[in-house]
Every structure is written in structure tokens, then in C-alpha cells.
């Protein structure tokens, strides 16, 4: 499986972008599919999270009404709406697919074995 993300960029605070992600492979293996970000020296963080079957969302606090993740499983590809952007929110976005993730894990980043190439959200004040 290989995971290809786009559609980062610099926007103003108050704008939107929305990320997309394309997987290639057996993508039907997949129990749900993710967003997380990282800036220098912190850990990856969770945003957001979509189940591949039945599409149940989780979201981190920081961006819940904001951010909207989305699945087209005909296009195998995922998305992220990001509204009402913050400088807060720069940071390289990733998209990850696991197979083994549960419920109770999957807002976790080891319960992901597939990982995209990061793309950069840059938000100026």
C-alpha cells in the first residue's frame, strides 16, 4: 500500500485548505485511515480519523468544528477540509492507513503501519 498526499500550502488565518490523499494497494484491508501532524521537534500529533467501513470520525479537540475528514472509497482517496485556519495549525500534515486499529487505538499513532509523505500547512497571522 502507498499513500500520497497533497494540497498543503500557505493561507492566512481565518482561510481553508483542503488536503487530499491517494492510496494505492489493498486498501480494502485498511480498518480506518487517518490525519496527523508534526512540527520541529514534537511528536507526531493526532487531528482526525475516519473508520474505512461504516465511516465513524473521531477528531482531536483542537480542531473539532473546524476540520472535517472524509473518505471516497471509489477514488481510494482521503481528505481533510480545514476551515477557519490557525497559525496554530502549521505544521507537515500526514495521512496514515492501519489495519490492526481498533476503536480504543486508533487516535493512537503506533496503530498505524502505512504513512504518506508529509504536507506542508503553513498559516500566517
Known amino acids: 500500500v502507498q499513500l500520497q498526499a497533497s494540497g498543503g500550502g500557505l493561507v492566512q488565518a481565518g482561510g481553508s485548505l483542503r488536503l487530499s490523499c491517494i492510496a494505492s494497494?489493498?486498501?480494502?484491508?485498511?480498518?480506518?485511515m487517518g490525519w496527523f501532524r508534526q512540527v520541529p521537534e514534537k511528536g507526531r500529533e493526532f487531528v482526525a480519523t475516519i473508520r474505512w467501513n461504516g465511516g465513524s470520525t473521531a477528531y482531536a479537540d483542537s480542531v473539532k468544528g473546524r476540520f472535517t475528514i472524509s473518505l471516497d472509497k471509489r477514488k481510494n482517496t482521503l481528505y481533510l477540509q480545514m476551515n477557519s485556519l490557525q497559525p496554530e495549525d502549521t505544521a507537515d500534515y500526514y495521512c496514515?492507513?492501519?489495519?490492526?486499529?481498533?476503536?480504543?487505538?486508533?487516535?493512537?499513532?503506533?496503530?498505524?503501519?502505512?504513512w504518506g509523505q508529509g504536507t506542508q500547512v503553513t498559516v500566517s497571522s
Open positions: 494497494g489493498l486498501t480494502r484491508s485498511f480498518n480506518d
Open positions: 496514515a492507513g492501519s489495519t490492526g486499529s481498533i476503536i480504543s487505538t486508533r487516535r493512537q499513532n503506533d496503530a498505524y503501519n502505512y
